[in-house]
């Protein structure tokens, strides 16, 4: 079963506005965190934002907030003020916490792609 | 600057040669890893190292091979053994996998071709 579920392949939104793109989560951990990266299209993979599950308050970074509801385990990503340079595939991951035989690697989900139109 | 350097950006292999991707990090972090991306299938994990000396096998491991002699360094051997290299490689590192919040920073990615 998939643990992380972008439902969203594709995103589009006019500059200047605000998208939220989605991402729900399975786990049976109390503790885990979840991250969102950028992929532009060089390639690089790039860190956003992280959320631990701890966390009472939702995480922001500049332009990114994450929607952390965790009773309905999702961990949106909103991005306030669309840039033409925010055009890019988004990841969201999650790393559960410590088991017997979890390695405690990323989950990854197979991403949205948003475009920002000028 | 403190970061994840991958070398080559770009790398062809003729079928049944083995191919080594570089990846040396300076942000002191003990833990490495290396993934696949194909098209649609998003990140997959091949190895991953949480310290010098060791290393474990990810999802995907059969056909590639690593080692991790310094802390620096997680090259990536791909071996004739794998049958679809074609892919963009990540090399990523954190600093330690026993904590959920960790967060893991990427390399540039390398993207190999068989030819």
């Known amino acids: 079963a998939q643990k992380i579920t972008q439902t969203q392949p594709g995103m589009f939104v006019q500059e200047k506005e605000a998208v939220t793109l989605d991402c729900t989560y399975d786990t049976s951990d109390q503790s885990y965190g979840l991250f969102w990266y950028k992929q532009p299209s060089s390639g690089e993979m790039i860190f956003l934002i992280y959320?631990?599950?701890?966390d009472e308050q939702n995480a922001t970074e500049g332009r990114y907030s994450l929607n952390f509801q965790k009773a309905r385990k999702s961990a949106n990503l909103v991005i306030s003020a669309s840039q033409l340079g925010d055009s890019a595939m988004y990841f969201c991951a999650m790393r559960e916490g410590y088991n017997a035989g979890n390695n405690r690697k990323l989950i990854w989900g197979l991403g949205t792609s948003l475009a920002v139109n000028p | 600057d403190g970061g994840i350097t991958q070398s080559p950006k770009y790398l062809f292999r003729k079928e049944g040669q083995n191919v080594t991707l570089s990846c040396e990090q300076n942000?002191?972090?003990?833990?490495m890893y290396w993934y696949r991306q194909d098209p649609g299938q998003g990140l997959r994990l091949i190895y991953y190292?949480?310290?010098?000396?060791?290393?474990q096998k990810g999802d995907i491991a059969e056909g590639y091979s690593v080692s991790r002699e310094k802390k620096e360094s997680f090259p990536l051997t791909v071996t004739s053994a794998q049958k679809n290299p074609t892919a963009f490689y990540l090399c990523?590192?954190?600093?330690?996998?026993?904590?959920?919040?960790?967060?893991?920073?990427f390399g540039e990615g390398s993207w190999l071709t068989v030819v």
């Open positions: 990523a590192s954190s600093a330690d996998t026993y904590h959920s919040g960790n967060t893991i920073y």
């Open positions: 942000l002191n972090h003990d833990a």
């Open positions: 959320q631990g599950s701890y």
């Open positions: 190292s949480q310290i010098v000396n060791d290393f």
